[in-house]
């Protein structure tokens, strides 16, 4: 079981990097990914921390941490640039902050973030089959997520990925105790974006894949 997407008090979360560690551990997940919210302001203090507590996780635990981050709220020609600068600092995940419906995001985040080459488009609201088709090419992620408010575009969101033939991912974007659910209700929220079950064994499989790439690339 794995969850690409999650933060903690380095941003806007309630736990600490090892609390959210454990609290996943103990829900039986095997990868997770601290994907804390940056901006030009906290980039490089964000980064090093998650990647200084991630190399100093224990290698013998059930779960594995990988630093990450989530690019919030950039203004869209900026994407690109923190992007690398996150990667080059260690960051194995970039999450881009898509055009939820919940939040006011500047017209265009979705398409930047995809060009900008993230690994995940966290909930990209009503995305168009334009970007849907752009996220197929660079080989993003769309994410399906459990997080209330933006998991209401899932099904628009998963509909789109299946008719193009892009990647989908199931995160939690977890920000507190109550955000962190089991397996079985990962699952359930695929299923209520209208993904069958044997769709959602490729999604862990192409999440793994994915895993397995970032762990593998140098600094």
């Not at 970039?94 to 919940?102: A, D, P, Y």
């Not at 509909?159 to 089991?182: F, M, N, Q, V, W």
């Not at 695929?190 to 762990?215: P, V």
């Amino acid at each position: 079981m794995y969850n690409l997407h999650c933060h903690s008090l380095l941003s806007d979360g309630l736990l600490l990097p090892s609390e959210v560690a454990v609290h996943y551990q103990s829900m039986g997940y095997k990868v997770i990914a601290i994907t804390d919210h940056v901006d030009y302001s906290n980039i490089d203090i964000t980064v090093d921390a998650i990647v200084k507590f991630a190399s100093h996780w224990p290698k013998k635990s059930s779960i594995k941490v990988m630093p990450g981050v989530e690019l919030t709220h950039v203004p869209i020609e900026q994407f690109l640039p923190l992007a690398r600068h996150a990667r080059k600092r260690g960051a194995k995940i970039i999450v881009g902050h898509g055009e939820t419906l919940t939040e006011p995001v500047t017209k265009g985040t979705n398409r930047a973030a995809i060009m900008a080459g993230v690994d995940i488009l966290a909930h990209p609201g009503l995305i168009t089959e334009a970007e849907v088709k752009l996220a197929k090419a660079k080989g993003v992620f769309l994410e399906i997520t459990s997080r209330r408010g933006h998991c209401d575009t899932n099904m628009h969101v998963a509909g789109l990925a299946l008719k193009y033939g892009a990647r989908l991912i199931l995160s939690t974007d977890s920000h507190s105790p109550e955000d962190i659910i089991a397996a079985k209700d990962l699952n359930n929220t695929g299923l209520k974006a209208g993904l069958e079950e044997k769709r959602i064994k490729e999604i862990y499989s192409d999440t793994q894949g994915l895993i397995r790439r970032r762990l593998n690339e140098k600094k």
